[in-house]
DNA sequence: GAATAAATGTCGTAA
DNA sequence: TTACGACGTTTATTC
């Protein structure tokens, strides 16, 4: 039996193109020879599988569900990763972040895909009605990758310009441990209050106010009875009910609209 | 410029089948080509675009990042969504949930396709410095989707009427496996002498050439001493280098601009 | 491995 | 549109 797949020919690649189509299979192939096709690819080194067609996927694990026939698109990548899209979404219509066990095989004259994952217990199968294409690439070669800006960084530049959160604070500790967890700045206000500053890059939420409310009491445990701990959320924003809560508890809320770059832009010009 | 993709035919796979390929490029194309291809396709409704290949992403917005050179996969799909995905991993490398704006265009001599979006005021900016392929795929209402429209399915028409490409021809195999990699048709004429025929669905280039004088060459080999094997390229269009190489190599140019499309059951309301 | 918190979280839904 | 909470959250980090 010929597959009808074909391995693609070396003049598709140049010297700096390091990313080859490895293989494509076309329209036209039988279920074996699909079956084949991704249990030859899938889980190799450098090699990223997919599929596009008419399927229908289940997942069973931590939730269940279940894709009737659609046209989705299935991405197996070389670490075992898969995901299933829909036509919407950034976000996969079903997935599994990592799996154990890749492989596909004909049941009932269809190919089906199977991804299991222990720990925790899941499965994805995705059946294949009817296979539009299926291809396989190499993606070597990985450029590095930097991303700033994230709360860590927000940390850096809050630490070195407390002013920003209150004239006169003096920040004592960062990432200091407690018992509850991490507080992002320790500090001494002017009139030597302590300060637990817990920052969020986003708008903050009652998630990040009992955050907040936690770690002001293991300071005041940890401090001499009686004394006064102020608790402030530095963030661009915040919740009507994480307001509220935060009011409840005593807490204060510290508005952080812009900071000063620390690093150069990406591409300061592309925003004038 | 001819654009080096073609539209698809009208003709319809099956009934089940709900989302089809409309348009491919192939490996070879300019940046300009590129560009105009991500621009007709993008932002439409119902169009899924990939392009995998060697590129460069900028994000900035939230946060800030920089990927350098690497083969990536990016997917554009129809809700404006943008994800562009490394070889490790379910989440993309960079993304975008829902742009306002997708356009590409060249700068400094390469395609850049920038994903605006606002509130929150975020941009993506992805450089292709070689494309190795890029796709574009229609997706139906209900979420299916198959594809057409790629040389596979050329093939597949011009198995069933190889008259297309010369009266008397007749078609002995396809996808005939020889050394240097797999022949899109395997043919005799009318006089009975052997025709290798390369198909290209965009405009063909040198490297196409040069891929169909090593099959010819490979059938030679393998024919006994003497045997007449002549060398057929059908595509829409080709370049002025791969013609005079063509020539020069004695091997023929057959150009296809439609394809009678494979009548399957279906319903033509579907794309209306 | 369990726990904890960050994330460019994404995504859907009610006001 | 905006606010708000859920998510198969995922992912990274710490204990």
Redesign the pocket.
């Known amino acids: 039996m010929t597959p009808s797949w074909q391995t693609a020919g070396t003049d598709l690649c140049s010297i700096r193109n390091l990313l080859r189509m490895l293989r494509t299979q076309s329209t036209e192939h039988t279920p074996e020879e699909l079956a084949q096709f991704i249990n030859e690819h899938v889980h190799q080194q450098n090699i990223l599988t997919q599929i596009i067609g008419l399927s229908e996927v289940q997942?069973h694990?931590?939730?269940a569900?279940t894709a009737d026939q659609g046209s989705y698109l299935t991405i197996i990548k070389p670490d075992g990763?898969i995901q299933i899209h829909k036509s919407?979404?950034?976000?996969?219509m079903?997935?599994?972040?990592?799996t154990n066990e890749i492989y596909a095989r004909v049941e009932n004259g269809e190919c089906v895909l199977t991804a299991l994952?222990h720990?925790p217990e899941?499965l994805?199968r995705i059946t294949f009605l009817e296979t539009v294409i299926a291809q396989a690439f190499i993606l070597a070669e990985e450029g590095g990758f930097i991303?700033q800006?994230?709360?860590?960084e927000m940390q850096e530049v809050l630490a070195h310009h407390p002013e920003i959160i209150e004239p006169g604070l003096i920040v004592l500790e960062r990432e200091l441990?407690v018992s509850?967890?991490?507080i992002?700045l320790y500090a001494r206000d002017s009139t030597g209050r302590y300060v637990v500053v817990?920052?969020?890059?986003?708008r903050a939420?009652?998630s990040?106010v009992s955050?907040l409310a936690?770690y002001v009491r293991s300071i005041q445990l940890a401090l001499p009875a009686g004394s006064e701990v102020r608790g402030i959320l530095a963030a661009p924003d915040i919740?009507?009910?994480?307001l509220l809560e935060l009011q409840a508890r005593k807490l204060e809320f510290k508005e952080i609209k812009a900071l000063p770059s620390i690093k150069k832009d990406v591409s300061p010009t592309l925003f004038e």
Not at 88 to 92: A, F
Not at 94 to 98: D, I
Request: proline share 7%; no cysteine.
């Open positions: 997942y694990g931590r939730a569900s990763s919407k979404g950034v976000k996969p079903n997935w599994q972040p990592k994952r720990r899941e994805v991303l800006g994230s709360e860590s441990m509850s967890g991490g992002d817990e920052l969020k890059r986003a939420t009652q990040a955050q936690r919740t009507k009910p994480a």
